[in-house]
């Protein structure tokens, strides 16, 4: 149960700001506007920030059109791709609302969907998720996203809900425990739900992408997976260890077999093919353990440079 100031700034003319990532976008940003205007913003106080994560397209000169138009409309324009999550963060660093509302550029994220998030943060929600209803979805990504979060799951500390992306809202005591994170490998699903707090979840069946392409391919859901673990739990390290273990004591009884059977018998070891199999698959397994290992050590050393998130080249938010 929330306090009586709590209920107050959430129920009595709130301002909501919700955060858009763009990257290139040029062809729906209009119509997600549009659609905005029409289904949210006209019932609320608002401000909307739009990220430009370096597009190639012409999505600034949309963002500028857009922002020209509307003066609750904001944008930031990086000065190169710097990827999705922190776009994200540099929406949610630079917003200033009772609560925040994250969501896609390519309207697959229905916008009606803002008003039931809004009615659950002021029942008393922290934070309230919207669940993708994968019906509707192409057997692959549904096969991929599957195994993303049991993997994420199978290894990591902090549990995620399946089909939980980045469609969410969090409530402003959430979002400023989230902007004094600074890492530089962000999995901001993982981070929000590590934080804790009230939570809540919606159901949505997504619509079709309005334009473009999907920026998440195979290798890039690889790669947010394995940031997903590496940034949340160290069982591959302790995997590592345990099949190091293993295949040590393995070898080790291989060599005393070997040691007696040269010794106290006239037999002939023979199995080349099989030593050099033996040999070769351990050798791959060591080969994995040095690459998680790696992993682990790459990020301490991307960490330790403290480079920013991002680089804002151009954006219209003055003193905020």
């Not at 301002?15 to 290139?24: A, E, H, K, L």
């Not at 729906?28 to 289904?39: A, I, S």
């Not at 692959?140 to 399946?162: A, C, D």
């Not at 790459?298 to 151009?314: A, D, T, V, W």
Request: hydrophobic fraction near 40%; charge should be neutral.
């Amino acid at each position: 149960m929330f306090s009586m100031q709590q209920y107050y700034m959430r129920n009595t003319n709130p301002i909501i700001s919700i955060i858009i990532p763009c990257y290139n976008e040029e062809g729906g940003l209009k119509e997600l506007y549009k659609t905005l205007k029409d289904e949210v913003l006209k019932n609320i106080d608002y401000q909307l920030i739009f990220i430009n994560d370096g597009s190639s397209d012409k999505t600034i000169d949309v963002l500028k059109d857009i922002v020209e138009k509307d003066l609750n409309a904001k944008y930031l324009s990086f000065s190169r791709n710097f990827g999705h999550q922190n776009a994200l963060k540099a929406g949610y660093d630079y917003a200033s609302g009772n609560c925040v509302i994250s969501m896609d550029a390519d309207l697959q994220h229905p916008p009606f969907l803002l008003n039931q998030m809004i009615e659950k943060w002021q029942e008393g929600y922290d934070i309230v998720y919207a669940v993708r209803d994968d019906k509707k979805t192409k057997i692959l990504k549904r096969i991929t996203s599957y195994f993303f979060y049991k993997l994420v799951n199978l290894l990591s500390e902090t549990k995620i809900h399946p089909n939980v992306a980045d469609f969410r809202l969090i409530d402003r005591n959430v979002r400023d425990e989230l902007v004094k994170i600074n890492e530089n490998n962000l999995f901001l699903r993982g981070i929000i739900s590590w934080l804790g707090y009230n939570y809540t979840y919606l159901h949505y069946l997504p619509n079709e992408r309005f334009d473009g392409k999907t920026k998440y391919s195979l290798m890039r859901m690889i790669k947010f997976a394995s940031t997903g673990i590496t940034s949340f739990s160290t069982k591959p390290l302790k995997i590592s260890i345990f099949f190091g273990v293993i295949f040590a004591l393995l070898a080790f009884s291989y060599g005393i077999y070997a040691l007696f059977v040269s010794i106290f018998t006239e037999k002939t070891i023979e199995g080349w093919t099989s030593i050099l199999v033996s040999v070769v698959f351990i050798g791959g397994i060591q080969l994995i353990m040095i690459g998680i290992l790696g992993e682990y050590l790459g990020k301490l050393f991307i960490e330790n440079k403290k480079r920013p998130n991002y680089i804002i080249e151009e954006t219209n938010i003055v003193n905020e």
